[in-house]
């Protein structure tokens, strides 16, 4: 990232985690938004926010728990104080897999809380800021679970399930008014340490070694189609879009 052209905009990452929120902050940066960038335990944030601003960029680093509704309107009405709110990307993850059996009430409920609920929070709080100026994009990340459930994903496939219908919904009715809403579908697995953990535990050690170019998805291209659809012009807007590598088997 190099030399970006300052806008009077904010761009907000909620869950802007390790990688795929580290690279839509890197990107929106990248493209002159001062991003706000929100995730638990706020401080880990701080490597990213000094990475931004030593490439020019504008970043502001706060600790967020998504399912407050007091956190996430005062991160919502900060981040509008900064400057006019433009785009916004829900994108917490909450990804866990039990067999239905130990599936505990609470791990059930704190899945929905963080996938579903605290996406609600968030499209809530960024249509209120862009409402009166009738613009913005507001975009949540989905998974293949917001269309089907798995063996041992009832949780995770309930709440992501019900964030594309809160996506859906709020697209429907805040589309006429001047706001694109749109679900991106990541139908793949992403190249990050926790999925090379998984295929590990899951494949072994030698699976792992031979992975191919481009055979998981690379957090930066997860971040070139939000843009993409923050882009598109208002008489050709998608709601939802799905992306997978070339290799992925669908």
Same mark, same amino acid.
């Given at each position: 990232m190099t030399h970006p052209t300052p806008r009077n905009a904010t761009a907000t990452v909620v869950g802007a985690g390790d990688f795929i929120g580290a690279a839509i902050a890197r990107k929106f940066a990248a493209e002159g938004y001062i991003?706000?960038?929100?995730?638990?335990?706020?401080?880990?944030? +701080? $490597?990213?926010?000094?990475?931004i601003e030593a490439a020019g960029g504008r970043?502001?680093?706060r600790s967020l728990d998504a399912r407050n509704e007091d956190q996430v309107t005062a991160f919502f009405r900060d981040a509008e104080a900064e400057a006019p709110? +433009? !785009?916004? &990307?829900?994108?917490?993850?909450?990804? &866990?897999?039990? $067999?239905?059996?130990? %599936? %505990? =009430?609470?791990?059930?409920?704190?899945?929905?809380?963080m996938a579903c609920f605290?996406?609600?929070?968030?499209?809530?709080? #960024? #249509?209120?800021?862009?409402?009166?100026?009738?613009?913005? =994009? @507001?975009?949540? *990340?989905?998974? *293949?679970?917001?269309?089907?459930?798995?063996v041992g994903y009832s949780a995770f496939a309930a709440a992501k399930f019900g964030l594309r219908a809160v996506a859906q919904s709020a697209a429907r009715e805040l589309g006429p008014q001047g706001l694109h809403v749109a679900? !991106?579908? @990541?139908? =793949?697995?992403?190249? *990050? #340490?926790?999925v090379r953990e998984r295929m590990r535990e899951a494949l072994g050690e030698e699976a792992v070694a031979n992975l191919k170019p481009d055979e998981l998805m690379r957090p +930066?291209?997860?971040a070139d189609a939000y843009w993409a659809l923050h882009q598109q012009p208002r008489d050709a807007w998608s709601f939802e879009q799905e992306i997978r590598p070339f290799g992925q088997k669908w």
């Open positions: 991003v706000y960038m929100g995730r638990r335990n706020g401080e880990r944030l +701080e $490597p990213l926010k000094a990475e970043a502001v680093a709110l +433009e !785009l916004s &990307v829900f994108n917490v993850g909450a990804n &866990v897999n039990f $067999p239905l059996l130990d %599936t %505990t =009430s609470r791990v059930f409920r704190k899945v929905w809380e605290a996406g609600f929070l968030s499209g809530r709080e #960024a #249509a209120r800021h862009m409402l009166p100026r009738g613009r913005g =994009s @507001i975009f949540f *990340t989905g998974a *293949t679970a917001a269309w089907r459930g798995g679900h !991106l579908v @990541i139908d =793949s697995g992403v190249d *990050t #340490a926790w +930066e291209a997860v």
